[in-house]
């Protein structure tokens, strides 16, 4: 006998369905700012990453380091960092001594678009009325999901 009610198979029941519904409409409204940077959201996460990086380096800056940093496969980087290096953003370098190693820093573009994103991000949230104390709450509970997810893989 299935310990399933007919509403925990509902859509609505659905964490996954509501997180993903969250997402997609948090991607929405981040694409009039991200139009002006000329960035698609993606580049945006690797770009959030390596001015992060700028302030606090990981021992080795690479592809790597950065698919896990962001949970993405060098499949997926790759295009994203060419497109990067494309826009005179980001610099894509071998190691010397291992050259399956490709070591990443922001090119002076790439550090001068950060002083652009604060103040989009600020009138982001602004216009969004989020209630700022919630958003925390929520990082923090979400925090916690994905390290209790990560745990059982």
């Known amino acids: 006998m299935n310990d ?3 509403d925990s198979l509902a859509l609505d029941s659905q964490l996954c369905f509501k997180l993903y519904a969250a997402s997609r409409a948090v991607i929405r409204g981040y694409k009039p700012m991200l139009d002006q940077l000329g960035l698609t959201y993606p580049q945006y996460l690797v770009m959030l990453v390596l001015w992060e990086w700028q ?14 940093r962001l949970s993405l496969d060098s499949g997926t980087l790759t295009p ?6 494309q826009l005179q953003l980001v610099q894509r370098q071998r190691s010397a001594r291992d050259e399956r190693e490709v070591h990443l820093s922001l090119a002076p573009a790439g550090l001068a678009l950060r002083e652009q994103v604060g103040p989009l991000k600020a009138r982001l949230l602004c216009d969004s009325g989020a209630d700022l104390r919630h958003l925390s709450e929520l990082r923090t509970g979400l925090d916690q999901l994905l390290g209790q997810i990560k745990a059982l893989s």
């Open 4 to 6: 399933f009610s007919a």
């Open 55 to 68: 302030q606090r380096a990981p021992e080795q800056p690479t592809v790597k380091a950065l698919g896990e």
């Open 80 to 85: 994203l960092l060419k497109r990067l290096e």
